[in-house]
């Protein structure tokens, strides 16, 4: 299965790359040897699993968001596109006022741009929608120079015209492990994206992180929706007492209940792909690597 190169709701990739282009031009083509070697450095400590190292000073964070979070903005634009219950939160085409996302592990960037870039051409039609979209990025380091710079470009490159009052983006740096409902205003939530982060967080803290899911289950309202994405395939497995299997089954378990069993009902599974490609347009223009993505999601609604 492959999503589209360009979902025909979205702004063109090209323009996402460009929005990167734009927010970073002074790294990517003033210093461009220097991102490079912030980049080798970034990847050998992911690599060593220190994240820690590859965190912890904001070159490296831009490096890191320059190099990685171009490509999955894109991508994810496209998913989010393609997903229509998804559509229409980030368009905004439901009713009952503001839409809500928070976004776990998104202090990089790419979930923030690949939100805007779907709510953008929604707000140039005739009449758009009184509603507009509130996004909540929470990641455990702090991000906030990057993303804050991408929402200065979104603001003035794509959100003009009074529009940008629209599309209200706060970054909170904290554990999710660590937070509360409240905090989280998990009960006022349209969408929660966890995208290439549970495996993260179940590597730091399995309970907690069940804890966490279970947590969403208490406090999410009738509605809501849930999407997950990790890697496609046996880097997502996860081992519980002596055995291995997908972290997918073990999430559908604390969501939709044991297979077979009457406790279904505090989820719901509407969509799911076990791999799914996004493949770039190779013609793209930026100055480092765009990777292709492939990966599993799964997307859930609370009942
Ligand atoms: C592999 S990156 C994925 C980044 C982004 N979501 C994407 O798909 O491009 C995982 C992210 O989760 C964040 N993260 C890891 N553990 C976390 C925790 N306990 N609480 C909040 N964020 C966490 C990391 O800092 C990192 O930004």
């Given at each position: 299965?492959?999503?589209?190169?360009?979902?025909?709701?979205?702004?063109?990739?090209q323009e996402v790359?460009?929005?990167?282009?734009?927010?970073?031009?002074?790294?990517?083509?003033?210093?461009?040897?220097?991102?490079?070697?912030?980049?080798?450095?970034?990847?050998?400590?992911?690599?060593?699993?220190?994240?820690?190292?590859?965190?912890?000073?904001?070159?490296?964070?831009?490096?890191?968001?320059?190099?990685?979070?171009?490509?999955?903005?894109?991508?994810?634009?496209?998913?989010?596109?393609?997903?229509?219950?998804?559509?229409?939160?980030?368009?905004?085409?439901?009713?009952?006022?503001?839409?809500?996302?928070?976004?776990?592990?998104?202090?990089?960037?790419?979930?923030?741009?690949?939100?805007?870039?779907?709510?953008?051409?929604?707000?140039?039609?005739?009449?758009?929608?009184?509603?507009?979209?509130?996004?909540?990025?929470?990641?455990?380091?702090?991000?906030?120079?990057?993303?804050?710079?991408?929402?200065?470009?979104?603001?003035?490159?794509?959100?003009?015209?009074?529009?940008?009052?629209?599309?209200?983006?706060?970054?909170?740096?904290?554990?999710?492990?660590?937070?509360?409902?409240?905090?989280?205003?998990?009960?006022?939530?349209?969408?929660?994206?966890?995208?290439?982060?549970?495996?993260?967080?179940?590597?730091?803290?399995?309970?907690?992180?069940?804890?966490?899911?279970?947590?969403?289950?208490?406090?999410?309202?009738?509605?809501?929706?849930?999407?997950?994405?990790?890697?496609?395939?046996?880097?997502?497995?996860?081992?519980?007492g002596s055995k291995?299997?997908?972290?997918?089954?073990?999430?559908?378990?604390?969501?939709?209940?044991?297979?077979?069993?009457?406790?279904?009902?505090?989820?719901?599974?509407?969509?799911?792909?076990?791999?799914?490609?996004?493949?770039?347009?190779?013609?793209?223009?930026?100055?480092?690597?765009?990777?292709?993505?492939?990966?599993?999601?799964?997307?859930?609604?609370?009942?």
């Amino acid at each position: 299965m492959s999503l589209p190169v360009h979902h025909g709701d979205t702004l063109p990739p090209q323009e996402v790359i460009d929005l990167f282009k734009r927010t970073f031009s002074h790294e990517l083509y003033e210093d461009l040897a220097n991102v490079r070697e912030l980049v080798q450095k970034v990847k050998s400590d992911l690599y060593n699993r220190d994240y820690t190292a590859a965190f912890d000073d904001n070159a490296k964070r831009v490096a890191y968001c320059c190099r990685w979070s171009p490509a999955r903005a894109v991508a994810y634009t496209s998913l989010f596109a393609q997903l229509e219950p998804i559509n229409q939160v980030v368009r905004c085409q439901l009713q009952g006022g503001d839409q809500r996302v928070l976004c776990v592990g998104g202090g990089a960037g790419g979930e923030l741009v690949a939100l805007a870039s779907l709510f953008t051409p929604s707000r140039h039609v005739r009449t758009p929608s009184n509603e507009g979209l509130q996004i909540h990025l929470v990641d455990i380091y702090d991000w906030t120079n990057v993303v804050s710079r991408l929402q200065d470009q979104i603001n003035t490159n794509w959100l003009y015209n009074g529009q940008s009052r629209f599309c209200n983006m706060e970054f909170t740096s904290n554990d999710i492990l660590k937070m509360d409902p409240g905090q989280l205003q998990l009960n006022q939530l349209n969408l929660i994206t966890l995208l290439f982060t549970t495996n993260e967080l179940f590597s730091q803290d399995k309970s907690g992180s069940i804890k966490f899911l279970q947590s969403l289950t208490t406090h999410c309202q009738r509605g809501c929706l849930l999407l997950i994405t990790e890697s496609a395939g046996s880097y997502s497995h996860i081992t519980v007492g002596s055995k291995k299997f997908p972290i997918q089954f073990l999430i559908d378990t604390v969501l939709l209940g044991k297979r077979g069993q009457d406790n279904h009902g505090n989820w719901t599974l509407v969509d799911q792909s076990d791999s799914i490609w996004y493949r770039g347009d190779p013609d793209m223009d930026y100055p480092l690597k765009l990777e292709n993505m492939r990966c599993f999601y799964r997307l859930y609604r609370k009942l």
